[in-house]
């Protein structure tokens, strides 16, 4: 909801700053129908996919239709979305994906060598499912006319990047300002807080141990290993872990490759012992019985649990027509 708001209010803002009506926008659902975003939020739309199809086949189209997706994006069905999205791409115009958009455009094929980015929580399922894609962990990317934000905030730096290009910085500055934002984010920068906030340490040896592991999921490495990778003995690391962490160095390993997989359960449809063995483990029965013990349920029944709100008009495309 954060997302597909603050996108629209910010060309609503700069058509005020500018004082004239640069953008117009048009809300799209599949039949018509309000969306509800996962918030529970019914969203109301201006018209229908079918008759946006129809008016837009050899006649005007938007500069750029943007696809703002939810949870569990990749569990809908996208046919005729994609195929209208595919001959946009190919006069020309503008497609961009907003939060879990991304996953649509990649499904549509619109993805495949290009720059993109969706949010981390759904990277490492995006890039099982779509290897062609280039995705980044970057608040925004922009590939020719191709145009996706990770989410939440995200979208306001990817509107005003576009506002920038076809006004100036000053547009931007005052935007901004009526925003009561204090700057435009670079848009590759990163999207998660920097390793020691997350962790709530700052040691740069534990820090550096940290990142080996979270680099390492599929393979996971010895203790042995990666203490000589970051020159300390394998007491040292494990003080390291049990003063700053509370808990071992194997268990915090365990416990970041079980994270991982519980993204891959919800966001993707790979059989469990593909999970399994992307995520480290040696075998889907070890994987189930690690995985039972710290969710206090079974893989299967984590990927059958509904998430938010689920409702067939949970997705939608927005469409932001610039003249």
Not at 124 to 133: T, V
Not at 183 to 212: N, T
Request: glycine share 8%; proline share 4%; aromatic share 6%.
């Amino acid at each position: 909801m954060m997302a597909f708001t603050t996108a629209v209010d910010l060309l609503r803002i700069a058509n005020r700053a500018t004082g004239v009506e640069m953008y117009s926008w048009t809300l799209v659902s599949r039949d018509g129908q309000p969306v509800a975003a996962s918030t529970g939020v019914r969203v109301e739309v201006d018209r229908d996919l079918k008759s946006m199809q129809r008016d837009t086949l050899g006649g005007e189209a938007p500069d750029i239709t943007f696809v703002c997706g939810g949870i569990r994006v990749e569990s809908y069905s996208y046919g005729e979305l994609k195929n209208w999205l595919r001959s946009l791409a190919k006069r020309g115009r503008g497609i961009g994906g907003i939060c879990t958009g991304a996953w649509v455009l990649a499904d549509a094929g619109l993805l495949d060598g290009r720059r993109c980015t969706i949010h981390w929580e759904n990277i490492p399922g995006f890039s099982e499912h779509f290897p062609e894609a280039q995705v980044a962990p970057h608040l925004c990317e922009i590939d020719a006319e191709i145009y996706t934000s990770a989410g939440g905030t995200s979208s306001l730096d990817l509107i005003l990047h576009i506002i920038g290009r076809d006004f100036d910085e000053e547009t931007v500055a005052r935007v901004c300002e009526m925003s009561l934002v204090d700057r435009m984010r670079d848009i590759h920068d990163r999207q998660r807080l920097p390793l020691g906030a997350r962790v709530g340490h700052h040691d740069s040896k534990l820090l550096s141990v940290v990142q080996l592991m979270e680099s390492n999921l599929s393979e996971p490495l010895s203790l042995e290993g990666i203490s000589h990778k970051v020159g300390l003995s394998r007491r040292h690391v494990e003080r390291l872990f049990r003063l700053y962490l509370g808990r071992s160095p194997a268990r915090y390993y365990l416990e970041i490759r079980l994270d991982r997989a519980r993204q891959l359960l919800r966001q993707t449809s790979l059989p469990v012992i593909e999970i399994a063995i992307a995520c480290g483990f040696v075998s889907a029965s070890h994987f189930s019985k690690c995985y039972r013990e710290t969710y206090s349920c079974s893989p299967q029944s984590e990927r059958a649990k509904p998430v938010g709100v689920k409702d067939k008009h949970a997705s939608g495309p927005l469409s932001a027509t610039a003249s």
